[in-house]
């Protein structure tokens, strides 16, 4: 099968991702919007270094599931302290800074 | 079979070989590396009495020992770790200013005498806001000491962005950097759901913003074979075709770079996050995370996609022009000093912006000027907001400022002058800046630019003005805020930043010496 369609198929990811991060309301579906966003690039690394033929695109993948995983961590624990402040995980609530 | 695995076949074959890294070159970042993993052991293993004492030591000595070595490597050139790391003339420059103003922003977030109840930090901030948990731990005189090291491994972060030579070191940078601003932004003592809610917002548009600038670097990956600077930057030169890559990936990048620049468009979490960050961390954050994501966004710029200056710089004419223009008029309508102060540093990054899109050594050497010299002041700016309270704490409110002139002359005197540096007045450092960038912008033909620059900086005097007018010519009300005297912590970083905004101001010849020398970025 072609590489490009899977480029194709992780533009599409990230364009759902960021989607998903502008309409959604709960603070934990949106962190999951991001995540996909980064598994969408991590699809077109690993697609790429298909289709150019070195090995780069896969270690760049490996380093940023780390690095999703070590933000899952800090994004878990600061929605975690404001759903247990505010009983709720609605990123429309916390709305005392604004203009 | 494939030609990749063909290929992975055969490197298995040969006998590993290891990567070439000069040690001493990178060894500021190891310092801080190291000692922000020393750091977090202290807080595993030391009684909880002891441990600021010993953080402190660690978090102190470990940036005074990577500043030294930082000076010792002065003069060196070379690219490291087989071509992740750039260590030249620009990125030591930028990590002695990023250490030296960690150094004041630790000593900021050291200071203990000026809140009553004790640090700027809550005791636990796993407590609930309110709760009688809380008012235990504040009674029982706990401390949060994680906040060290989370400054450490920032800064470790910030100068591993600055010096990253290829798109994946600085992805990985960019959130060794972040995830602990995210955290130290939402352990304010007071006003703790301001805090929460900052972290919140910080956190969910910093990773939104990096997974955009993950893309792009995976687009950039797909057009030229590779994330080195360098190779992309060959690979431009060489290829043409599949221009829609190209201009995706750049795209992306930039939108993930300008966001931590805090340009207009990609400005929304700067009021709300400097306004809910506990003081000391926003003067930290608000000087360092500005010199880390320019080094950065310059080095993109200038070693990666240098030939394709005419197709990127009309995009950034336009940003630095509405960050500008919105940064300064917006600031008008603000009340709260924190958050003027937050589309103020929107303003300042329009300003280097201006010096970034010159495109030449000589905008380079202007945005590093400027980039220096608001750091100092800005943290010095917000070292003074830490000290004016009232009795529920910093008294943020402008009306709270009003008279402050009679009541403490001294303090309200250095505000004055870091106001006047922000709005760029003559024999200030604000002012050498803004000089700076603005002459290198003429040179390179964007005078347009320049005519919007120093009308946004007319539109931005008005504010920085209104603040010092408010101090000086109003009689003090009931309400107005009382300066606290700080202990030597506050004072050092305090004195620091007002002699350093001066100083560039008067004699700024050294620094411009300094910054000649370091010349361009090794390619």
Known sequence: MNPSSYVVLSALLFSIGAIGVLVRRNAIVVFMSVELMLNAANLAFVSFARMNGNLDGQVVAFFVMVVAAAEVVVGLAIIVTIFRTRRSASIDEPNLLKY | MSPLLASVGAETETAFTMPSINYYAIAPILILFGAAVVSVLVEAFVPQRGRRPVQLVIVVGSIVAALAVTIDLRGTRLVTGEGAIAVDGPTLLMWGALLVIGLLGALLMAERSIDPLGDAFAPRASALPGSEDEQEFTRRGFLQTEVWPFLLFALTGMLVFVASNDLLVMFVALEVMSLPLYLLAGMA????????????????????????????????YGFSGSVSLVAISDTLSAKTGEGSLVAIG???????????VAAVPFHQWTPDVYQGAPTPVTGFMAATVKIAAFGALLRVLYVSLGGLRWDWEPMLWIIAALTMLVGSVVAITQTDIK?????????????????????????????????????????????????????????????KWAGLGKKSPVVAAVFSLFMLSLAGIPLTSGFVGKFGVFAAAIDSGNTWLVIVGVVASVIAAFFYVRVIVLMYFSDPTPDTASVVIPS????????????????????????????????VFIR
């Open chain 2, 488 to 519: 030597a912590f506050t004072t050092i970083a305090l004195t620091a930043s007002a002699v350093m905004t001066i100083a560039l101001g008067v004699f700024p010849q050294w620094l411009l010496d300094i910054i000649t020398q370091a010349g």
């Open chain 2, 339 to 399: 958050r003027m102060l937050a589309y103020s540093s929107i303003a300042q990054a329009g300003f280097i912006l201006v010096g970034v899109v010159a495109a030449s050594p000589q905008g380079l050497a202007s945005a590093l000027f400027y980039l220096v010299a608001y750091a100092f002041t800005t943290i010095g700016t917000f070292a003074v907001i830490t000290m004016v309270r009232d009795a529920s704490g910093e008294a943020t409110h402008l009306s």
């Open chain 2, 189 to 220: 003592r007071r006003r703790r759901l301001l805090s929460q809610e900052a972290a919140l917002k910080y956190f969910l548009l910093g990773a939104f913003s990096s997974a955009f600038f993950l893309y792009g670097a995976a687009m950039l």
């Open chain 2, 250 to 260: 750049i795209a992306l990048l930039m939108v993930g770079l300008l966001f931590k």
